[in-house]
């Protein structure tokens, strides 16, 4: 990796005319543009809704051919919400002449919840008689006093659901308006209602719980005094930053990738890769998280029908922050806006949607030669690239790590507030956490699903398996020391469904059978698993059909523009069985083809007393390290930072 070269004119040509490129951003001339074209196709009536509006990009092939001059395709895809009912209209606008593509209606499907119809969600509850009369038994008079929280209902095959589209609310007691709701949830209580409508369908009490003692502050005011001995820690580049953004396209120490906002996958990189001898070599065509779900592991009937799926249902980039300078990223930090469509058809821009900045990181490499007396250290940096979204009582912080020995990591950094359940004095559950008095915090998963488009030195990628095995006691074996590693490709769909296992320290290798190292290998990034689990929900329960995807912790597929998302397009109110399951059940052929991998990981919740009332940052992830993509160490022309970092001649 030659890092500093980059500018030198070595790079790939694509990335020297940023503007008007296929991978640009989304920009509001081209939203008001389709949102145009298809309002004035007749077809839409004043209360439709735009869901989602996209670029929709051209297929990779396309997208890998684009030179500087040829034209600039740029598609629009947009889910839109004709009427109160579930069904959904896919329409796809040509965004420099705004002519009408294509108009699929797809009916008994949701979008992501709309914030609209949150907002008359609430407005209904509040409205309710017997919402009001549940209240009351509590005690609450003030309706104003009441939080209430819209979540995505799942699927139960409930009649009263059938063709709407259903937002299940529970309430939380707020004495003062600054209070923390989930200190005080009233408990036992459950508002159905037809959101498309704004029509209560049901009010259930399964009786009262009384409200926990506790506010649940995580507020300074409340925490005095505040440590004082904390002193200031300042990062000053004095020089600037070692990275440059060209619009989107960001260039760091070799690397480039285009950086984008996708509202349901939040972060998107594209075309990520790296200089190595002024030889550009594409890793990445395309890399997000394409889903999640938070499962809860409470059978009973206030929690168990809980199990968020923060992507398609909400969207991760819909709720991403706008980042402050020294509270969410520190240092020298560029930041990218984000352009989406408001569901009413305008545009508008979260800024500081992303941030960009280098951080320190500890050492790289050291040796100390105490022969030759000699010692050499590099230090480390990263490249962080990252958004913070907020859905409901959770924070994400979704987080790309470059480094400078070839090293992509990604991490999620999860806080915010846990959901709670209020128990009557002593009560306990099987099921969940005491985190305060009479408050538990139930047991859940959080389970990511990258979706991971390879392209490791071109198209063609071969998924590979690496099981560390010990032999047996034999000849070959007489110490009972030996072990080997085993390396399977993994040829088909099925084949390829695979769990992550500590106890050989399970690898998957990404491998690009036409190029070989200076060693005579064929070149390939390795995926490096944490310790994530897999779904504990039984497979064939309402969450088990829906999320599909969480089942395992690897899927490798061939390439399809139209495999987007781990659950599928649709996972709002899905009866299941879509997504990576489906695809996969058809046992494609991964030899000789261009594959994307879908990696499941997360966590398994167990709240602590710690996590209350604020949870300290908990964190996911995983890496992908070059596996002979190099021919050695590509960090060795790393200087030292300082002449005391090499040639220290040690005392004697
Ligand atoms: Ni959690």
Avoid at 516 to 528: E, M
């Amino acid at each position: 990796m030659t890092g500093p070269t980059e500018g030198s004119g070595l790079a790939d040509l694509t990335y020297d005319e940023p503007s008007g490129h296929p991978l640009g951003p989304l920009t509001p001339p081209e939203i008001r543009a389709a949102v145009s074209a298809v309002r004035s196709s007749g077809r839409l009536n004043e209360n439709a809704r735009f869901a989602s509006v996209t670029l929709d990009l051209p297929d990779k092939g396309a997208l890998i051919s684009h030179r500087p001059g040829d034209p600039v395709a740029r598609r629009i895809r947009m889910i839109i919400v004709p009427s109160a009912d579930a069904t959904v209209v896919e329409a796809v606008v040509d965004a420099t002449d705004g002519r009408l593509l294509s108009w699929n209606e797809i009916p008994g499907v949701c979008p992501a919840l709309l914030f609209e119809e949150c907002m008359r969600v609430m407005a209904a509850v509040r409205a309710s008689s017997e919402w009001r009369a549940a209240l009351e038994r509590r005690g609450i008079k003030d309706v104003g006093q009441v939080q209430i929280d819209p979540w995505p209902t799942g699927n139960f095959g409930r009649g009263i659901e059938t063709n709407r589209r259903i937002a299940r609310c529970l309430s939380y007691f707020r004495e003062e308006p600054g209070d923390n709701g989930y200190a005080r949830p009233i408990e036992g209580l459950i508002v159905t209602v037809d959101s498309g409508r704004g029509e209560v369908l049901e009010v259930v009490d399964y009786g009262v719980v009384p409200l926990p003692p506790g506010k649940g502050s995580y507020y300074p005011e409340h925490h005095q005094p505040l440590r004082t001995n904390l002193r200031p820690l300042e990062i000053t580049q004095p020089e600037g930053t070692s990275f440059t953004l060209d619009g989107n396209l960001l260039r760091w120490q070799g690397w480039s990738m285009w950086v984008s906002m996708d509202p349901n996958d939040g972060l998107v990189l594209h075309q990520v890769g790296i200089l190595d001898h002024g030889r550009r070599r594409p890793v990445l065509h395309r890399a997000s998280i394409s889903e999640m779900v938070v499962p809860y592991g409470d059978p009973g009937p206030i929690h168990g029908w809980k199990n968020a799926f923060d992507a398609g249902e909400w969207g991760l980039g819909r709720m991403a922050n706008s980042l402050s300078l020294g509270c969410d990223c520190l240092g020298a930090i560029s930041y990218l806006d984000a352009t989406f469509c408001s569901e009413r058809g305008d545009p508008y821009v979260v800024e500081h949607a992303i941030c960009i900045h280098e951080e320190d990181f500890g050492i790289l490499w050291k040796h100390q030669d105490l022969h030759a007396n000699r010692t050499e250290v590099r230090r480390s940096r990263r490249l962080v690239v990252s958004s913070i979204a907020t859905v409901g009582n959770y924070e994400y912080g979704f987080y790309w790590y470059f480094y400078l020995d070839g090293t992509i990591q990604f991490e999620v950094k999860l806080t915010g507030i846990l959901q709670t359940q209020a128990v009557a004095p002593g009560g306990t559950s099987s099921f969940a956490s005491p985190i305060a008095e009479n408050l538990l915090a139930p047991y859940h998963q959080h389970l990511f699903c990258a979706r991971l488009d390879l392209q490791v030195d071109g198209a063609v990628n071969e998924v590979h398996e690496v099981n560390a095995q010990p032999l047996p006691l034999d000849g070959r074996n007489p110490w009972g020391n030996a072990f080997v590693a085993v390396d399977v490709r993994l040829d088909t769909e099925l084949a390829a469904r695979r769990d992550i296992d500590a106890t050989t320290s399970r690898t998957w290798k990404f491998v690009n059978p036409t190029v070989r190292n200076g060693i005579g290998q064929p070149v390939a990034y390795s995926l490096i698993p944490e310790s994530s689990p897999t779904m504990l929900a039984d497979p064939t329960s309402s969450v088990g059909r829906r999320a599909g995807f969480a089942r395992h912790n690897l899927w490798v597929t061939p390439y399809s523009p139209e495999e987007r998302r781990g659950a599928g397009d649709f996972p709002n109110q899905h009866p299941g069985g879509d997504g990576l399951p489906r695809w996969t059940e058809a046992d494609r052929s991964l030899v000789d083809a261009d594959v994307v991998v879908w990696h499941t990981f997360g966590l398994t919740h167990v709240p602590r007393p710690e996590d209350w009332p604020v949870m300290p940052v908990d964190r996911c992830g995983f890496r992908l390290v070059p596996f002979g993509f190099f021919d050695e160490n590509p960090s060795l022309d790393v200087p030292a930072p300082d002449t005391a970092c090499h040639d220290h001649r040690v005392a004697d």
